[in-house]
């Protein structure tokens, strides 16, 4: 089959060109009324009062656990099956990671895992909703209730989605989003902290802001906080994006339906399952896993292989678990900086012996379709359908 084509990604317009232009010649590139406007407008977006703009979707997740009071000593629990950045957000405001397994038909972290790694030292948990499907949020909600635990939503996968009618960052104490380059809203980087509480958001400001303090000076700090603010210019862009995320957002998601349903009935893969709960979901990367034992001695390496000379773009995605990358598993006596090898943690963690099997399966299984592709024709789609079928057909000839 020739190579199919798919849109390509960022879509943009004349609605972010007449935005930026603005900006320039409002002589005001930072912080101003184009980054308020987008604050209010995101966080209406998603459901929630009030929104603090940053840098990028990992300074979101690092502002929001220090505007938690989350610090030295305290341990997060997160899922293995996620970017670094939610795990490097917890090691620098000086706490620990502490891995909870996945649910194989979701990608997302297994509530029942969560509850078994609290300990006198969980402060909080940060779901992630990977993929843009929103985490089982009433049994997460359930267990913080019951130990007294803080949620940082990692919703930098589901602009967009909602659990129960409510949107992916209004779900917990508070939620992260990237608009890095490859996300389905960018301006090439950005990020913001979304909530309902009011000190809280204030709390994320000051640290966004040098410590600033509302109402008070220029030059008065009050918290260890740093510059994370986004730009008049990157507001500018987003404003002009959050145009089309509903329409984005829908038209992926029938797509994904059409895709499920034609793909549901091979043997050979197996499709996430959709919580009736989630009443509306963000399609960062469309995936599957796929069954090795049925495909009779074919690798998932050689199906990516078949599907690329169909034309259709997948990939495997992460090598491994979080915790198996080189900065937890430093050989001999474990990772030598703070705070994991802290003398004041009081505990020891030895990351070289963490398994959790499901994130280690998916991770060898996983086959992952981008969003854009999900932006393209029910045409393509089709293509796409008579592509993996194919090769599900025809297994034999790939040995
Ligand atoms: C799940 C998740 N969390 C956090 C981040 C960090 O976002 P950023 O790249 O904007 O720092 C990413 C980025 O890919 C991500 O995928």
């Known amino acids: 089959m020739s190579k199919l084509a798919f849109p390509s990604w960022p879509v943009f317009g004349e609605e972010e060109r007449k935005n930026l232009l603005e900006v320039f010649e409002s002589g005001k590139w930072w912080y101003g009324e184009k980054v308020k406007e987008f604050e209010k407008k995101y966080a209406e977006f998603q459901d929630t009062k009030f929104g603090v703009t940053c840098t990028n979707g990992t300074a979101a997740l690092e502002i929001s656990l220090l505007a938690c009071g989350i610090g030295a000593g305290d341990e997060v629990i997160i899922p293995p099956y996620t970017f670094m950045a939610t795990a490097s957000a917890v090691l620098k405001v000086n706490a620990i990671p502490v891995f909870a397994d996945i649910d194989l038909d979701t990608s997302n972290i297994d509530s029942s895992d969560v509850e078994k790694k609290i300990t006198k030292n969980t402060k909080a948990i940060i ?3 990977f993929a843009g499907l929103p985490c089982d949020m009433d049994a997460l909600n359930k267990i913080a209730k019951k130990y007294k635990l803080r949620i940082i939503e990692d919703a930098c996968h589901s602009w967009g ?15 992260c989003f990237s608009f890095q380059m490859s996300k389905n809203i960018t301006s090439g980087e950005g990020g913001i902290i979304l909530s309902d509480k009011k ?27 740093s510059n994370y603010r986004m730009t008049e210019l990157q507001a500018a862009i987003l404003l002009a994006q959050l145009t089309r995320l509903e329409e984005q957002t829908l038209k992926r998601e029938e797509n994904a339906k059409y895709l499920d349903e034609n793909l549901k009935n091979i043997p050979g893969i197996s499709l996430m399952k959709r919580d009736p709960r989630v009443t509306r979901r963000s399609y960062h990367l469309y995936i599957f896993r796929f069954l090795k034992e049925k495909w009779n001695g074919i690798t998932r390496e050689k199906f990516l ?3 690329k000379a169909e034309g259709i773009p997948a990939w495997a995605g992460y090598p491994v678990p979080l915790y198996k990358n080189p900065l937890f598993q430093k050989k001999g006596k474990g990772p030598k900086f703070c705070p994991i090898s802290c003398p004041y943690y009081g505990k020891k963690i030895d990351y070289s012996k963490v398994f959790c099997p499901n994130a280690e ?3 060898k299984e996983a086959v992952w379709i981008n969003h854009p592709v999900l ?11 008579d592509g993996i079928t194919k090769v599900w057909e025809n297994k034999k000839e790939l040995k």
């Not at 809280?200 to 000076?217: D, H, M, P, W």
């Not at 932006?375 to 359908?385: G, R, S």
């Open 127 to 129: 779901p992630v909703h």
């Open 305 to 307: 292989a078949a599907l």
């Open 361 to 363: 399966k998916i991770c």
């Open 199 to 225: 000190e809280l958001v204030e709390t994320a400001r000051s640290y966004s802001n040098c410590g600033r303090a509302k109402g008070k000076g220029f030059y008065e700090h009050f918290l260890l906080g």
């Open 375 to 385: 932006l393209a024709k029910k045409e393509d789609m089709k293509n796409i359908i």
């Open 161 to 175: 989605s909602k659990w129960k009618g409510k949107g992916t960052g209004a779900l917990g104490d508070c939620g």
